[in-house]
């Protein structure tokens, strides 16, 4: 019974910032790779940004300088730090998490269920 819930979306204004947050809990034996993707209704979910169990992290070339992933693993939660936020960022964002929980031995990957990020004046 492993589930990823998410937190902080909201709508914010053009220029502005917005925290979100995705914590883990159920039986866990581990967690690798986390990650944040996105979706608008009609296209196709991307992915946003990922971080490793060691911090390694990557990004999209359209949030790059503007996004920060991070993670706290005693708390199993993962972040997005978005600033400077875009119109075109708007979109239900989902929190990724690939979760060793003993068995089977290798890490399955887990679903949020979404939280909505609105940027508009």
């Known amino acids: 019974q492993v589930q990823l819930v998410e937190s902080g979306g909201g709508l914010v204004q053009p220029g502005g910032s917005l925290r979100l947050s995705c914590a883990a809990s159920?039986?866990?034996?581990?967690?690798?790779?986390m990650g944040w993707f996105r979706q608008v209704p009609g296209k196709q979910r991307e992915l946003v940004a990922t971080i490793t169990s060691v911090g390694d992290t990557n990004y999209a070339d359209s949030v790059k300088g503007r996004f920060t992933i991070s993670r706290d693993n005693a708390k199993k939660t993962v972040y997005l730090q978005m600033n400077s936020l875009k119109a075109e960022d708007t979109a239900v964002y989902y929190c990724?998490?690939?979760?060793?929980?003993?068995?089977?031995?290798?890490?399955?990957?887990?679903w949020g269920k979404g939280t909505l990020v609105t940027v508009s004046s």
């Open positions: 159920g039986s866990i034996f581990a967690i690798n790779v």
């Open positions: 990724n998490a690939e979760i060793i929980s003993g068995s089977p031995v290798y890490g399955v990957p887990y």
